[in-house]
């Protein structure tokens, strides 16, 4: 299967932290995205990296692709209350499947 | 403003209704997709869409149909609804070329099957 694996399940940070959530998964791939599920709604497309990339930034996030150790990792600096919500990685292919996300809490 | 809107945002049916859950995007996306959540499980496909009356099984079709006759629009179908089909609701859309292009996803439905 090439679907992603969060980790950690659930990260609490205080606001003005970072917060570093992983993904991982075990065939070759094209891209991998993050999506962000704010709580009981439909999930938004953050950023997507593609296999040639090691590295890209939007904003206050940036995204690393590691594709000799099938991972990749999503940092949100100076986080805010805002963020929280659950964050998922999918990778390419033809079974679209997501993981079962990371749930970032930020306290004010 | 793209969307994808989803005809309910809770839905409570008995056991042995059919249930529709219809699903439109505006965006003109040849692809879509019924997906549900449930805690602990995460998001797992049920069916999607690549064309207008074309449709491919998912990880978990059984107990689901779907019906794509118009390009905008895609329904998904429980013949008999039961319990263990109670869960959040989730379509998506995308462009062709699906590997290369972002999902965008509905607000859900959360279905309660009595």
């Known amino acids: 299967s090439q679907q992603g694996e969060e980790d950690p399940q659930a990260l609490s940070i205080q606001e003005g932290e970072n917060a570093t959530m992983n993904c991982s998964y075990k065939?070759?791939?094209?891209?991998l995205q993050w999506y962000r599920q704010n709580s009981g709604r439909g999930l938004v497309h953050l950023i997507l990296?593609?296999?040639?990339?090691r590295e890209k930034h939007s904003g206050r996030l940036r995204v690393t692709l590691d594709t000799s150790k099938k991972s990749s990792s999503l940092l949100i600096t100076a986080s805010r209350a805002a963020d929280t919500a659950s964050y998922f990685c999918k990778t390419s292919g033809s079974r679209l499947t997501f993981g079962e996300g990371t749930q970032l809490t930020v306290n004010p | 403003d793209v969307k994808v809107t989803q005809s309910s945002r809770y839905l409570v049916k008995r056991t042995g209704e059919k249930v529709f859950l219809e699903c439109v995007q505006d965006?003109?996306?040849?692809?879509m997709f019924w997906y549900r959540q449930d805690p602990g499980l995460g998001l797992r496909l049920i069916y999607f869409s690549y064309d207008v009356k074309m449709k491919e099984k998912g990880d978990i079709p059984e107990g689901y149909s779907v019906s794509r006759e118009k390009k905008e629009r895609f329904s998904l179908i429980l013949e008999s609804a039961s319990t263990n089909q109670t869960s959040m609701y989730l379509c998506?859309?995308?462009?062709?070329?699906?590997?290369?292009?972002?999902?965008?996803f509905g607000p859900g439905t959360r279905l309660t099957v009595l």
């Open positions: 965006m003109d996306h040849e692809n």
């Open positions: 990296i593609r296999s040639n990339e």
């Open positions: 998506a859309s995308s462009k062709a070329q699906s590997s290369y292009n972002e999902q965008f």
């Open positions: 065939t070759s791939i094209n891209n």
